[in-house]
């Protein structure tokens, strides 16, 4: 196979990595740390030229546009060598002859590339500040509101009186309960390598019983968990998952592998731990992208599946995917059909961290509250961790991408495929889910849900 790029793939490619470019992305870096929007290059197909050049290192050295004091004279100087626009303009034009779930598709990229690089330009004072709305529906399809977290925090005190956890009293007795638990059970008592290993055991056993039993057969077969691990000290994520994919075997199948970063300093509790394993392997974000491998790799998947992207409407879906990830390797529909208390009760908090990031994305730019206000009501509001509380309001807020297009597609997406897999039951939505019935997005979806 030729590992030139076509003209569309060109198109795509250059649009991508361009943007990726300016904002000091690097889809060659193997750490989540080095990645932006380029989340995955597996096609086997050179990267394009916009890839290469003294300024585009340079870009991706200092941070570009997402550094604390960009390189403003770089980046004009990448931008008027590139034009990223131009490429942006090419797939666009290329995809209006594509059939309409696709098309849609690209489409949607094209319109989260083109508010990307307005917030690049905004950045560098090259252009006016891009609205909030604007930057969620490009990658949500909608625009963001609060979360109300009252329910799901009843839902926590009860099913911490379930495991017979003692409940101060005041205001902040659920705070300190939760506290608590985490602390009583926290994973890093097991050894985050150990259990790792543990849950990806554990879970693929649920998976081959529950999940692959609604794929196709020609992906049943597909690695869904060929994954190795590092430690990061002071990373301002729980868990990463990077995709490599470039990894052939002699007769040249892929062999779908991936890295994944969990954070030296997480604070999660066992059950919150499985939660994220779930979401981040197997059958969340490592399955997800191995399925999508694999169908490009047999040619039903078009090229712009290898070149998964952050801040996007597909990436909002893949949130969705890899949070109900834990009811689809049970076999359930909603959290309350899982087994446990401890996994409800995992899943139920994992959920609460998303609902901070989406609270503290819309009471920084809707709401203008001050960072300390923001960290007090994470806390009370969505019990999340001081470390998180602080992230959250800090490193993930103030970035343009993260707390403008990113933040809120987690409770957003997990929402929308909570709800699908709840109304239509895990065989009809696995295969759609999971790309077998067209690549999609977490708008283009509607397309292929049955209307009844």
């Not at 019990?383 to 998180?388: I, K, P, Y």
Request: with cysteine; glycine share 8%; hydrophobic share 40%.
């Amino acid at each position: 196979m030729s590992t030139k790029l076509g003209e569309y793939e060109q198109s795509v490619a250059g649009a991508i990595i361009s943007i990726d470019t300016i904002w000091g992305g690097d889809v060659n870096n193997r750490s989540g740390t080095g990645r932006v929007i380029a989340d995955s290059y597996y096609s086997g197909k050179d990267l394009p030229a916009c890839y290469d050049g003294d300024d585009a290192a340079a870009l991706r050295s200092s941070g570009g546009a997402g550094a604390k004091n960009p390189d403003k004279q770089t980046i004009r100087n990448y931008i008027a060598r590139v034009n990223p626009l131009g490429f942006v303009d090419a797939m666009e034009k290329q995809a209006r002859a594509f059939e309409p779930l696709r098309r849609d598709l690209v489409l949607g990229l094209a319109e989260a590339l083109r508010v990307e690089f307005d917030l690049a330009l905004e950045r560098i004072g090259e252009g006016p500040a891009v609205p909030y709305d604007r930057c969620v529906h490009a990658s949500m399809g909608q625009t963001a509101q609060a979360a109300d977290t009252t329910a799901d925090r009843a839902r926590v005190r009860e099913l911490l009186g379930q495991l017979g956890e003692k409940i101060p009293s005041g205001e902040h007795g659920l705070v300190e309960a939760v506290d608590a638990y985490r602390k009583r059970t926290w994973v890093g008592h097991e050894g985050i390598a150990q259990a790792s290993a543990r849950a990806i055991k554990e879970l693929e056993a649920l998976v081959d019983r529950n999940f692959a039993v609604h794929l196709p057969e020609h992906l049943r077969g597909v690695p869904r968990s060929n994954v190795t691990f590092h430690l990061i000290e002071e990373a301002w994520f729980s868990g990463s998952m990077n995709y490599i994919g470039r990894a052939r075997k002699p007769d040249g199948t892929p062999e779908y592998e991936a890295e994944y970063e969990i954070n030296a300093r997480i604070e999660k509790s066992q059950a919150e731990f499985m939660h994220l394993v779930a979401h981040e392997v197997v059958p969340g974000h490592v399955t997800t992208f191995a399925l999508i491998q694999h169908l490009f790799h047999i040619g039903q998947a078009g090229f712009e599946s290898t070149i998964l992207t952050m801040n996007t409407r597909h990436s909002t879906l893949f949130e969705g995917i890899a949070n109900a990830g834990l009811l689809m390797a049970h076999g359930v529909r909603k959290l309350t059909d899982l087994p446990s208390p401890e996994l409800q009760l995992g899943m139920l908090l994992s959920g609460l961290e998303d609902a901070a990031k989406n609270n503290a994305s819309v009471f920084t730019y809707v709401d203008k509250m001050p960072a300390d206000e923001i960290k007090r009501r994470l806390r009370t509001e969505c019990l999340a961790t001081r470390e998180r509380a602080d992230k959250l309001t800090d490193a993930w807020a103030q970035h343009p991408l993260m707390g403008r297009a990113y933040m809120p597609s987690y409770r957003f997406g997990t929402d929308l495929v909570l709800d699908l897999l709840d109304k239509h039951g895990p065989a009809t939505m696995i295969p759609i889910l999971f790309q077998a019935r067209g690549v999609c997005d977490c708008v283009t979806i509607r397309q292929l849900v049955p209307s009844a």
